[in-house]
């Protein structure tokens, strides 16, 4: 439900009980929220994105909607940055209107660029009807200061100084690009903050409307910008010189209803190139009437041979893929997120050494924070998190994969005087690669409001135990191109089989490869893994032994089932489809083996490892999923304590590769990470 609150002469639509995500998307439908490409920020509305890349990070400077607003209500410039284009860190602002002594005005803080250069980031403000200002700072986070006292451009006859865009050019030469609805153009001088020669009127580019981004790529020039109002969509011209001529080229993204306005920013980021927009997204959540609150998205795009852009889809439909993994290894501040609907942040204190530095507040029952492909490797021990509460606090539920998935752990925050404190609990079935969910419960006397997260951590298990045999080798084996399936594997005898001295298990059922098509292993996210390995390709999957020989129809193939003994600890499946002569890449496999216990056997835990994501279930039951872009060291995950019943355990484990080779390794290890041998493998 939803409460009113009328101020003054607005409305602020405030969450009771339940977030109005959880409205917008029950329970049962929450796994359609990720597969939207939603907007990257959801605790402010941003708009006009301005991303710069320095070394590892994405520097996004965005513009401000206030919550209240109507129409336009900008006062302030803000700073959110990643590493891996999917999780988020606020920066909270870095610059305002009141940065501007020569303004004293409290709205116009209109689309801002920022461009880094000898040490310096410098920032391109415009203010709605007086020009554009220019601030420098030492630091992306600031503080930014106004370095000539008045506008770097002024035009009083008419309204076009907004939208500026910066580019440096090869030979060290800057330009400024701006303007709506005309474009204009200086040369910037070597300190960035001054200009020569005349202000230059572009001739008008076909769709042009504002919002022009500026950049090179390959020896040519790109002007995208925001394409005729409205709806607008993003536009882009080329050219082989930076002043122009201008040649239009069509849309990066068509005009479309379903957003108003639109901000190009176009950057290249570890391989990929991206497009950044705005839209409405967040702001439909909760409402369907227009007010100028609005939201940045972002989506991979891609160029043609001859360096035009491919068209994309609207923003919802577009990919945004995480380019590597997030160490949860290490203070990370709660404003870090891919998804947080509900909540809100704030300076944790402004006047200290680090302003940028945020507090997660306005925290109800229900709402969560989604830190996405989280790499926990071997596994965690505890979770600690600084937080605050005045009045009777509340819980983080530690999840997986979803807010009602496994649950790993319940840290409790009772009334800590609105001290910052630090409370530790142990968690448990968390390891590899898992879409991590800090969901949060508030109590029977409080539901709102129910404390401040400052930051978070997890505390890795430590090694495994040293064992006493030798790790296992598979030099004494000789690469035989081509693969031949007898240089790894023999076919499973009569009777059962034994674990190796190691504990490794070598007897298994493999299906011959399900072609699943994928561009990289870096895809293979804890929620990727969910939609493809969790599916039933045919019947009686996960918990029914198939035997030799057996055949399964998957997408018209008919797929047979090998019944094989490994000759080495580690289960060559590239091997096996090549020998086989079917496909190596971008392919699921199966495997499946009985345990058969002589007594039932607890305490145990299942440890594996792939090359490159896996699942496994024991009986049907998930058990342990390794995800990401992953290459086998041995067994480098472990399962939760589990319980082998006595008699038959179906073990059945899911591969999936991209590019790469694939292989897996499975042993059961007790308490102290010692193997567990005490069983046979019968799966024929």
């Given at each position: 439900m939803?409460?009113?609150?009328h101020?003054?002469d607005y409305?602020?639509?405030?969450?009771?009980?339940?977030?109005?995500?959880?409205m917008?998307?029950?329970t049962a439908?929450?796994?359609?929220?990720?597969?939207f490409n939603?907007?990257?920020v959801?605790?402010?509305?941003?708009?006009?994105?301005?991303p710069?890349?320095?070394?590892?990070?994405v520097?996004?400077?965005?513009?401000?909607?206030?919550?209240?607003?109507?129409?336009?209500?900008?006062?302030?410039?803000?700073?959110?940055?990643?590493?891996?284009?999917?999780?988020?860190?606020?920066?909270?602002?870095?610059?305002?209107?009141?940065?501007?002594k020569?303004?004293?005005?409290?709205?116009?803080?209109?689309a801002?660029?920022?461009?880094y250069?000898?040490?310096?980031?410098y920032?391109?403000c415009?203010?709605?009807?007086?020009?554009?200002?220019?601030?420098?700072?030492?630091?992306?986070?600031g503080?930014?200061?106004?370095?000539?006292?008045k506008p770097?451009?002024?035009?009083?006859e008419?309204?076009?100084?907004?939208?500026p865009?910066v580019?440096?050019?090869?030979?060290?030469?800057?330009y400024?690009y701006?303007?709506?609805?005309?474009?204009?153009c200086?040369?910037l001088?070597?300190?960035?903050?001054?200009?020569?020669?005349?202000?230059?009127?572009?001739?008008?580019?076909?769709?042009?409307?504002?919002g022009?981004w500026?950049?090179k790529?390959?020896?040519?020039?790109?002007?995208?910008?925001a394409?005729?109002?409205?709806?607008?969509?993003?536009?882009?011209?080329?050219?082989?010189?930076?002043?122009?001529?201008?040649?239009?080229?069509?849309?990066?993204?068509?005009?479309?209803?379903r957003?108003?306005?639109n901000?190009p920013?176009?950057?290249?980021?570890?391989?990929k190139?991206?497009?950044?927009g705005?839209?409405?997204?967040?702001?439909r959540?909760?409402?369907?009437?227009?007010?100028?609150?609005r939201?940045?998205?972002?989506a991979?795009?891609?160029?043609?041979?001859?360096g035009?852009?491919?068209?994309?889809?609207?923003?919802?439909?577009c990919?945004?893929?995480?380019?590597?993994p997030?160490?949860?290894?290490?203070?990370?501040?709660?404003?870090?997120?891919a998804?947080?609907?509900?909540?809100?942040?704030v300076?944790?204190?402004?006047?200290?050494?680090?302003p940028?530095?945020?507090?997660v507040?306005?925290?109800?029952?229900?709402?969560?924070?989604?830190?996405?492909?989280?790499?926990?490797?071997r596994?965690?021990?505890?979770f600690?998190?600084?937080?605050?509460?005045?009045?009777?606090g509340?819980?983080?539920?530690?999840?997986?994969?979803?807010?009602d998935?496994?649950?790993?752990?319940t840290?409790?925050i009772?009334?800590?005087k609105?001290?910052?404190?630090?409370?530790?609990v142990?968690?448990s079935?968390?390891s590899?690669?898992?879409?991590?969910?800090?969901?949060?419960?508030?109590?029977?006397?409080?539901?709102?409001?129910?404390?401040n997260?400052?930051?978070?951590?997890?505390?890795?298990?430590p090694e495994?135990?040293a064992?006493?045999?030798?790790?296992?080798?598979?030099?004494?084996?000789?690469i035989?191109?081509?693969t031949?399936?007898?240089?790894?594997?023999t076919?499973?005898?009569p009777?059962c089989?034994?674990?190796?001295a190691?504990?490794?298990i070598?007897?298994?059922?493999?299906?011959e490869p399900?072609?699943?098509?994928?561009?990289?292993?870096?895809?293979f996210?804890?929620?990727?893994?969910?939609?493809?390995?969790?599916?039933?390709?045919?019947?009686?999957?996960?918990?029914?032994?198939?035997?030799?020989?057996?055949?399964?129809?998957?997408?018209?193939?008919?797929?047979?089932?090998h019944?094989?003994?490994?000759?080495?600890y580690?289960?060559?499946?590239?091997?096996f489809?090549?020998?086989l002569?079917?496909?190596v890449?971008g392919?699921?496999?199966?495997?499946?083996t009985?345990?058969d216990?002589?007594?039932?056997?607890s305490g145990?835990?299942?440890?594996?490892?792939?090359?490159?994501?896996?699942?496994?279930w024991?009986?049907?039951k998930e058990?342990?999923?390794?995800?990401?872009?992953?290459?086998?060291?041995?067994?480098?995950?472990?399962?939760?304590?589990?319980?082998?019943?006595?008699?038959?355990?179906i073990?059945?484990?899911?591969?999936?590769?991209?590019?790469?080779?694939?292989?897996?390794?499975v042993?059961?290890?007790?308490?102290?990470?010692?193997?567990?041998?005490g069983?046979?493998?019968?799966?024929?």
């Amino acid at each position: 439900m939803t409460e009113i609150i009328h101020i003054s002469d607005y409305m602020i639509m405030k969450k009771i009980l339940l977030p109005l995500a959880l409205m917008a998307f029950p329970t049962a439908a929450i796994a359609s929220v990720p597969a939207f490409n939603m907007p990257l920020v959801q605790t402010k509305f941003t708009a006009d994105p301005a991303p710069v890349v320095v070394n590892d990070t994405v520097y996004l400077y965005t513009t401000h909607d206030e919550d209240n607003a109507e129409g336009f209500l900008m006062k302030d410039w803000l700073l959110y940055t990643s590493t891996d284009m999917v999780n988020w860190q606020d920066r909270g602002a870095v610059a305002s209107l009141k940065d501007f002594k020569w303004y004293d005005g409290d709205n116009g803080a209109w689309a801002e660029q920022v461009v880094y250069r000898n040490g310096k980031w410098y920032m391109y403000c415009p203010i709605h009807g007086h020009g554009i200002g220019v601030l420098v700072a030492d630091s992306p986070y600031g503080p930014f200061k106004d370095p000539i006292g008045k506008p770097l451009v002024w035009q009083k006859e008419h309204w076009d100084d907004i939208d500026p865009t910066v580019w440096i050019d090869d030979d060290g030469q800057a330009y400024m690009y701006w303007g709506n609805p005309n474009l204009y153009c200086v040369k910037l001088n070597e300190d960035m903050v001054s200009w020569s020669g005349d202000i230059i009127k572009l001739p008008k580019i076909k769709d042009y409307q504002e919002g022009p981004w500026f950049y090179k790529r390959n020896g040519k020039y790109y002007m995208a910008f925001a394409s005729t109002c409205c709806p607008e969509g993003i536009g882009y011209a080329m050219s082989d010189g930076p002043l122009g001529p201008w040649e239009y080229k069509g849309h990066v993204m068509d005009h479309t209803p379903r957003t108003r306005g639109n901000h190009p920013g176009i950057i290249q980021y570890k391989g990929k190139d991206y497009c950044f927009g705005l839209n409405y997204d967040v702001f439909r959540l909760s409402d369907s009437r227009h007010a100028e609150r609005r939201s940045i998205s972002a989506a991979e795009m891609t160029y043609n041979p001859d360096g035009t852009i491919r068209e994309l889809p609207y923003f919802l439909e577009c990919n945004l893929d995480q380019v590597e993994p997030f160490n949860p290894y290490r203070t990370v501040e709660a404003e870090t997120m891919a998804w947080g609907y509900g909540l809100k942040t704030v300076p944790k204190n402004q006047w200290g050494p680090e302003p940028w530095n945020q507090l997660v507040t306005d925290i109800d029952d229900g709402e969560y924070i989604l830190v996405k492909g989280v790499d926990f490797g071997r596994g965690a021990k505890s979770f600690t998190a600084s937080a605050s509460s005045h009045l009777y606090g509340g819980v983080v539920e530690i999840r997986v994969g979803s807010p009602d998935g496994p649950l790993a752990g319940t840290l409790t925050i009772g009334c800590t005087k609105d001290e910052l404190t630090d409370i530790t609990v142990p968690v448990s079935g968390l390891s590899g690669v898992r879409d991590l969910y800090l969901v949060f419960r508030g109590n029977d006397r409080q539901k709102r409001n129910l404390f401040n997260l400052d930051s978070w951590s997890f505390t890795p298990l430590p090694e495994p135990v040293a064992m006493s045999f030798p790790a296992p080798r598979q030099t004494e084996y000789k690469i035989q191109t081509p693969t031949r399936l007898s240089d790894y594997f023999t076919e499973a005898g009569p009777g059962c089989a034994s674990p190796s001295a190691e504990g490794f298990i070598g007897r298994w059922m493999l299906l011959e490869p399900i072609v699943k098509p994928n561009r990289s292993n870096v895809v293979f996210t804890d929620s990727y893994l969910d939609r493809n390995l969790d599916t039933l390709y045919f019947r009686d999957q996960f918990v029914s032994l198939p035997r030799r020989g057996d055949k399964v129809k998957v997408d018209g193939r008919k797929l047979a089932w090998h019944a094989l003994d490994s000759k080495l600890y580690n289960v060559k499946l590239y091997r096996f489809a090549a020998a086989l002569k079917k496909p190596v890449y971008g392919v699921i496999f199966q495997a499946a083996t009985v345990i058969d216990c002589p007594e039932e056997i607890s305490g145990v835990r299942l440890s594996a490892g792939s090359n490159s994501a896996s699942k496994w279930w024991i009986n049907g039951k998930e058990v342990l999923s390794l995800s990401g872009d992953r290459r086998m060291v041995a067994d480098d995950a472990m399962s939760a304590p589990l319980t082998l019943a006595k008699g038959r355990n179906i073990l059945w484990g899911s591969v999936i590769n991209g590019p790469g080779m694939s292989d897996f390794c499975v042993r059961f290890v007790d308490a102290d990470g010692k193997p567990v041998t005490g069983f046979k493998i019968c799966n024929l």
